[in-house]
């Protein structure tokens, strides 16, 4: 009976163990810190031996094969052993592959890929096909492989969960764009972090499909570098491309074999120039999925906001509140701010990733009248558009509580408050879903 070890015990690593112990392995989980009581009560179901709060270097040490948990760093301790005397250490999204024969639609991406992944999934849905939606959203794929059956999977999948893969194969691969973000895990070298992305398309075949972003220079930039096999569908907003989407005045054009199809961006559900890219990205993949015009057409209609992204809270006194916490990087907040067309009133901070205000510059000048920093250190926000908005429009918060009644105060007749931090979470929340559900209990409680 072969040994599997799976490091760390949240969502990622808990769908490995159970996994796992259906295939009949002699598994273990192990992770350093706490393990949350719900995942604790799942290994415990499932009859998995596992401990919490240190590793124990005899009971991991003689694994056959290591699961690594995407939160993990490649830097950890434990993995640095177990990689110097030669244990294989593989993610989940590897693992689960093995026992899955399902067809697997995969998005990666620096922004965009939450909204992409639940949009294609809607779609399918939409068509009648059995999914299932895991990956960095919901459920994780493994325990799903372990305790449903599907024949589609929409997986939205991280660069950390790339990270260790070898033999794991998309049937449609999509990165929506790429722009600087987790450089910390990557020796703060852009060309890794890249290189990461880029291997969701590593074992592609002439018969997949591979959809891009034509638009983005950096996708663009590593695709001239590389040799893929699979079908090529890129989308762009700046030019017409002979197969993919691109933008024909009011309309998103689809040129996918012989068809070609229309849908007006007035049709569509989510606004926003970046939300144009998604549902062209979502649209390519259900062609390519067999999926027909008209379901597409109704599905990109009345698909809803997903939580804490761009998501309308309530209309208070003709301020409209929206909750984007799931915005942690520069890029996010941009394009919460470009598609804003009222006066905003801006909540942003946390914990800074080495971001570069300067790329906000234009967008903060044409849209933001007032600042409400939400985070410890806000120092670097003060400095980069304190001369925009005036000092007397740039506060400082500790709590969600108080970010929204500071707003409230800055903000008029049909004005916006928008939660798009630009920032990560953990100084002041556990993480952005908690950031986002505080922000929407303070704004209700108003």
């Known amino acids: 009976m072969s040994r599997l070890v799976v490091l760390g015990g949240a969502e990622s690593g808990v769908g490995a163990a159970v996994l796992a112990k259906v295939k009949g392995y002699d598994v273990f989980l192990s992770d350093k810190d706490k ?42 301790p434990m993995v640095c052993a177990l990689r110097e005397q030669g244990t294989h250490i593989i993610s989940e999204i590897e693992f689960a592959a093995r026992f899955d024969n399902a067809k697997k639609i995969c998005i990666t991406g620096s922004n965009g890929k939450t909204t992409t992944t639940s949009l294609i999934h809607y779609l399918l849905k939409e068509a009648g096909l059995n999914v299932g939606l895991g990956g960095n959203i919901g459920k994780s794929y493994a325990f799903q492989v372990a ?43 852009m060309e890794n972090y890249v290189r990461a992305k880029f291997k969701i398309t590593q074992n592609l075949r002439p018969e997949d499909c591979f959809i891009f972003d034509s638009d983005d220079a950096i996708t663009i930039d590593h695709l001239s570098k590389i040799v893929l096999q699979a079908r090529m569908l890129p989308f762009s907003q700046q030019k017409e491309v002979r197969q993919g989407a691109f ?59 997903i939580e804490h992204r761009l998501e309308p809270v309530l209309n208070i ?96 007749k049909g004005d916006v408050v928008l939660l798009s931090p630009c920032c990560a979470s953990f100084d002041l929340f556990k993480n952005y879903e908690d950031r986002g559900k505080k922000f929407k209990e303070a704004v209700r409680r108003l």
């Open 247 to 305: 933008l024909s005045g009011e309309q998103i054009v689809l040129r996918y074999g012989e068809d070609e199809t229309r849908i007006y961006l007035e049709d569509l559900a989510l606004g926003g120039k970046h939300n144009i890219y998604n549902s062209m990205a979502a649209a390519l993949a259900a062609k390519a999925s067999g999926i027909g015009d008209d379901v597409i057409r109704h599905s990109l209609k009345t698909f809803q906001a």
């Open 35 to 76: 393990i949350k009581e719900e995942y604790a009560k799942t290994l415990r179901e499932w009859q998995i031996p596992f401990e919490e709060g240190h590793h124990t270097g005899s009971l991991i040490l003689n694994a056959d094969e290591v699961v690594k948990s995407p939160g993990i760093p490649s830097t950890a």
């Open 147 to 189: 305790t449903e059956k599907h024949d589609y999977y929409v997986l939205e999948i991280s660069s950390f969960q790339l990270d260790d893969i070898y033999d794991f194969r998309p049937d449609i691969a999509i990165i929506t764009n790429i722009t600087p973000d987790h450089l910390d895990r990557y020796d703060h070298n």
């Open 317 to 412: 006194k003709d301020v409209l509140y929206i909750n984007d916490s799931k915005a942690t990087n520069i890029d996010a907040a941009w394009y919460a701010l470009e598609c804003q067309t009222r006066p905003v009133v801006w909540i942003v901070g946390g914990t800074d990733k080495g971001n570069d205000y300067s790329i906000l510059n234009k967008v903060v000048k044409d849209k933001v009248k007032a600042i409400v920093c939400l985070g410890v250190d806000n120092a670097k926000i003060h400095a980069a558009f304190e001369g925009m908005v005036g000092s007397d429009n740039i506060v400082d918060t500790l709590s969600a509580e108080d970010a929204v009644r500071a707003a409230s105060g800055f903000a008029g």
